[in-house]
């Protein structure tokens, strides 16, 4: 973006990140928004809360100024200011099922108090981790884009001598480690990264609410047929499911649900936050479950889409009912006519059929036999070799049988007209983990008929056992949290 005269008059006059910098209440505004939204990573509050904490932030304000005409007005009258267009600062909504205003923070309003928190001085500022990083986007870039195959084999080559070199030295006792100045240069740009990606997230979340909004205005104006709204819906859906910040989203999400990615991330984490360099930055506390807070903003993401679909859906059996009452009605118009017509049948031509006539295909329009490609296959003399594979891999494969989960469900389905999801597995207990959850509620949503109870919330608990050789073994249980879902006969 030119940063012009004209644009620059443009962003002052009407963003709300700009806005929020020129208020005259921007230390309170500041302040409160990332104490109560930003630094615990809340999503969402309802209006009785926050105009609570509000409260109590304008009566410490009060008391610590000395002057009771300093904030006078009510903290709920702040909150509908700062959502009011003209500010633009929270977003008030309804959600569903709840006749209480719930408040959420925009994007424009958190990218002012990021832009605010590097205006402090830093007691250590690295530049070796931001170097670095360049660097090995430029190489991935110029790797990923090579399409000459020896340049790839000699790059691999090149990469497969270091590593060889770099084992030769710690089998010597050369172990190269970090210092101290690079492990917090590094651990400061985690922490600079992971507060970003919490802050896109909530943009990614309004682009899809933006998208919400249009379908819903479009559903409630609509006049013409319902196929050419469908396309239009779903053109517009499907253009920002396959954009780039689309499919990067889903890419993040795909690894981030992966529940190995997860253990990692928190094992590499606990023994980072034990390194003296880093103790020594006093690190924030929530960052030890940053991970966690990158899925709960992400399944906010994910409940805007859900949303989408369920209008679309509402929309589809509005739309069959009326089409099928028109249909009726149509019939029911032939059949007067067609009565009133009995008597007296009209006695000059009134239809007309085309003759029935046969498509003609002439054989020798058809094209060639084509003979297939038949492999050349050389005659060499298979050696016997002496490599060394690590064959683990091929006993650590996790196979869900689907055939053994749908006879349980039958099973349960023949005493019972329904049953839950937890009473599944509370009679048969999960054996592997969250692969075995993910196949039940694949098999809800095609192989069986079943119900989705959003008001209701269930925890599914499994045991995981953790093998390190043949005498160390470590069980721990896991939890997942899910609406109820329930098979139908």
Request: aromatic residues 8%.
């Amino acid at each position: 973006m030119s940063l012009d005269y004209a644009t620059l008059d443009l962003l002052r006059q009407k963003h709300p990140a700009w806005r929020l910098l020129r208020s005259d209440h921007a230390p309170l505004v500041a302040s409160f928004l990332q104490r109560v939204f930003i630094a615990p990573n809340v999503r969402v509050m309802a209006q009785a809360d926050l105009a609570e904490a509000l409260e109590d932030e304008l009566f410490a304000l009060r008391e610590r100024v000395g002057a009771a005409d300093a904030f006078p007005k009510p903290g709920l009258d702040y909150l509908n200011d700062w959502a009011s267009n003209e500010k633009g600062w929270l977003r008030k909504f309804y959600p569903q099922g709840s006749d209480e205003p719930h408040f959420d923070l925009t994007p424009a309003a958190e990218k002012a108090i990021a832009w605010l928190g590097t205006l402090t001085e830093r007691a250590f500022v690295g530049t070796e981790s931001r170097l670095l990083t360049l660097f090995a986007l430029l190489k991935q870039m110029s790797e990923g884009s090579e399409t000459d195959p020896q340049a790839r084999m000699a790059e691999l080559h090149k990469r497969r001598n270091e590593i060889d070199a770099e084992m030769a030295n710690i089998i010597n006792g050369d172990i190269p480690t970090l210092s101290s100045a690079a492990l917090k240069d590094r651990f400061q740009q985690f922490m600079t990264l992971a507060r970003e990606l919490l802050t896109d997230f909530r943009e990614v979340e309004q682009n899809f609410r933006g998208l919400d909004r249009r379908v819903r205005e479009r559903v409630a104006l609509w006049n013409g047929s319902k196929g050419t709204l469908l396309e239009e819906i779903m053109g517009e859906r499907d253009a920002i499911a396959d954009s780039d910040q689309g499919r990067s989203f889903r890419a993040f999400w795909d690894f981030l649900m992966s529940s190995s990615r997860q253990d990692e991330l928190t094992q590499l984490l606990e023994r980072v936050l034990t390194l003296p360099p880093v103790a020594e930055l006093n690190p924030d506390a929530r960052i030890r479950r940053v991970h966690y807070d990158w899925l709960e903003a992400g399944e906010h993401t994910q409940r805007t889409v859900a949303l989408l679909s369920q209008q679309l859906r509402r929309f589809l059996d509005d739309q069959a009912w009326l089409e099928n009452r028109r249909i009726m009605d149509i019939l029911h118009g032939i059949e007067v006519k067609a009565l009133a017509l009995r008597d007296e049948p009209p006695k000059e031509e009134f239809m007309q059929i085309a003759d029935p006539s046969a498509d003609i295909e002439l054989p020798m329009e058809r094209p060639l036999y084509t003979p297939p490609f038949k492999p050349l296959i050389a005659d060499v003399l298979l050696e016997a070799g002496n490599e060394e594979v690590d064959a683990a891999a091929l006993f650590s494969q996790v196979v869900i049988d689907k055939a053994a989960l749908s006879r349980h469900i039958r099973n349960a389905l023949q005493e019972r007209s329904q049953v839950t999801l937890r009473e599944l597995i509370e009679a048969q207990p999960l054996q592997h983990g969250l692969a075995e959850l993910i196949t039940y509620l694949q098999l809800a949503n095609g192989t069986f008929k079943a119900a989705v109870d959003e008001e209701v919330t269930e925890f599914i608990v499994w045991k995981r056992t953790h093998q390190e050789g043949l005498e160390n073994m470590e069980v721990c249980m896991k939890q997942a949290r899910l609406p109820r879902v329930i098979f139908l006969r």
